[in-house]
C-alpha cells in the first residue's frame, strides 16, 4: 500500500480526473427476466419453444419505493445499460477517492494551526491535550 503524500495525491488527481470523464449516469439495476411462465397451456410450455423474453428492465429505489422501467427498443435498452455501468463506476471511483483521501489525512503531518487566542486559553484550561 501507498503511505508517501506525493503519491498519494498523485494517486487522488488520477481518481479525480477520472470522475472528471465520466458520461452520464443514473443509479439502479438491470435485470433480464424470460423463460417459462405458469399460465397453463402457453406456448411457452412446449418443448423447443424459446419461451419468452428475455425481457429487461430497469429498477431503482425513489424514497423507499422500487420504480421500474421497460425498454421499448434494444436501442433504449443499450443506452441505458451504459448509463447504469457509468454509474456503477463513478460509484467505484469515489469510493476509491475517499479511501485515498482517508489515507492522506493519515499521512499528512499535523501543522500548527492554532491562533494565538486558542494558544492562550488551552494555557489558561491547563488541560493536556491527548495526542491521539
Ligand atoms: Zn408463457
Not at 19 to 31: A, E, V
Not at 34 to 52: E, L, N, S, Y
Not at 92 to 98: M, P, T
Amino acid at each position: 500500500m501507498i503511505t508517501a503524500l506525493p503519491a498519494l495525491e498523485t494517486e487522488r488527481s488520477e481518481i479525480q480526473r477520472k470522475i472528471g470523464q465520466l458520461g452520464d449516469m443514473r443509479s439502479g439495476s438491470i435485470t433480464t427476466t424470460g423463460g417459462r411462465c405458469g399460465t397453463p397451456g402457453c406456448h411457452c410450455r412446449k418443448d423447443g419453444d424459446p419461451g419468452h423474453g428475455p425481457f429487461h428492465r430497469l429498477t431503482r429505489k425513489i424514497g423507499g419505493k422500487t420504480v421500474t422501467e421497460t425498454f421499448a427498443t434494444p436501442v433504449a435498452l443499450r443506452k441505458a445499460q451504459q448509463e447504469v455501468a457509468e454509474f456503477h463506476r463513478f460509484r467505484e471511483l469515489s469510493q476509491n477517492l475517499v479511501e485515498v483521501n482517508e489515507r492522506i489525512c493519515r499521512a499528512r503531518p499535523v501543522e500548527d494551526t492554532l491562533t494565538l487566542q486558542e494558544k492562550k486559553r488551552r494555557k489558561r484550561s491547563g488541560r493536556k491535550s491527548n495526542g491521539k
